[in-house]
């Protein structure tokens, strides 16, 4: 396994398990033992430790996430559509949750903000960035910028629930419902 690939492996391993487990849930035994990674490679690619980990995965998410929406957004000329197709490719992931993948920072951000200032801040640029990809849609589609960010703010909070309901519910019906009630919440 060359740096590069014990790199991305333990950066994958750990994005899932932060995902499914939160932070304190997931231990770097467990983020090597599922990364297949030498157990030093941790520590000389996250010399930090698990901050620099978690912060990492984030950020990939934050990426991750923002492409998806702008896919789905760019594929309709209607930002309702586009935020429905959204929501509706992001619902397919709960039918099996343990092969979840690209969900939001929901569950680092609650369980670090009050204790980590440098996750609190990339779960929130994370949350920025895909508010922002909602809004520019909005505001192509007509809406002033002002409406488009709260728009865009109640949207990305709504995911944000949907998913929390749509994981313990182990069923995509939350997402689902949200992304029926999209046209509403836009009608001007």
Not at 1 to 16: E, F, N, V
Not at 77 to 86: C, H, K, L, R, T
């Amino acid at each position: 396994m060359s740096h590069g690939d014990s790199r991305k492996k333990i950066l994958s391993a750990a994005t899932r398990l932060f995902q499914l487990q939160g932070y304190y849930g997931t231990g770097l035994n467990q983020i090597i033992k599922e990364s297949g990674a030498p157990k030093g490679s941790l520590y000389y690619h996250f010399p930090e430790g698990k901050e620099q980990l978690a912060i990492e995965a984030v950020n990939q998410m934050n990426e991750y996430v923002r492409l998806k929406i702008t896919e789905s957004l760019e594929k309709c000329s209607d930002p309702a559509e586009g935020i429905q197709s959204f929501l509706k490719e992001l619902s397919c992931q709960f039918t099996c949750p343990e092969n979840i993948e690209g969900l939001p920072v929901g569950l680092l951000a609650a369980e670090t903000s009050l204790k980590s200032e440098f996750l609190r801040h990339a779960c929130d640029q994370a949350y920025e960035t895909w508010e922002n990809a909602f809004a520019e849609k909005l505001q192509q589609s007509g809406f002033c910028e002002n409406k488009a960010k709260e728009i865009s703010t109640v949207i990305n909070s709504m995911i944000e629930g949907g998913i929390i309901l749509s994981i313990t519910r182990k069923d995509s019906k939350p997402l689902l419902h949200i992304a029926n009630l999209i046209p509403k919440l836009l009608k001007t």
